[in-house]
Structures are given as structure tokens and as C-alpha cells.
């Protein structure tokens, strides 16, 4: 099976890792927005774009979502983040969906999203 690494990041100081990785069988991506200073939805709309792009790579789209996982910095906000999300997987068959609240390594992410598709 062949292990197709997407997006890697080295950073000084940081982690070195790569945002997503695909087979034949799973894509998955997890990131956090590129530009920190937009709004909840904002970020959001990005990674979920970004997210996209990464898919598009491997073969895949946000049609073939599995299962996506949401950390917000919080929760509070989750009214913004819904509204973002309803009009990004409009037209399109939704995945399982799971929100959470989390604190991430850098405290202006507002949102963190891994989602996992189908090839």
C-alpha cells in the first residue's frame, strides 16, 4: 500500500509534520487555518478549503467525506462555526460530525478541523 504524505510543515520551533496523508483505502487532513487573524468562520472556511485542496491532490472531495472532527477554542462560538460548516457542505452529503472544545498549541486557532475521506 502506498502512503501519499500531503502538506508537509517545518517550521523552527515547531513540529515537523506533514497535514494529511491518503491510500488507497483513507485521506485524512488535519490542520488549522494559514491565516490567524479572520474570524471563527473565517478560519474555518479556509482549512475547510484548504482541506479541500489536499483532497483534490489524491483524487477525492469533500463529496466523499467520512468523518470529520472539530476542536473549537470555544465553544461559545459554535453558533458561528454551524453557520460556516452548513454553508460549506451545502449541496453535499454530510459526514459524521464531531465538536469538541480544545485549547491548541497557539492560542489565536480558533478552530481545528481532521477530516477523513474516501479516495
Known sequence: MEIVK???VTRPGGPNIALGAGTDELVSVCLTAP???GTLA???VEILDIIE?????V???RAKLLMVQIW?????????FREAWNTWIEGHEPPALSVVTGTTARRDCLVEIRAYAAP
Open 72 to 80: 473549537l477554542a470555544e465553544m461559545s462560538q459554535f453558533a458561528e
Open 53 to 57: 485542496k489536499h483532497f483534490k491532490t
Open 42 to 44: 473565517e478560519q474555518t
Open 6 to 8: 500531503l502538506g508537509r
Open 35 to 37: 491565516d490567524k487573524s
Open 59 to 61: 483524487g477525492t472531495s
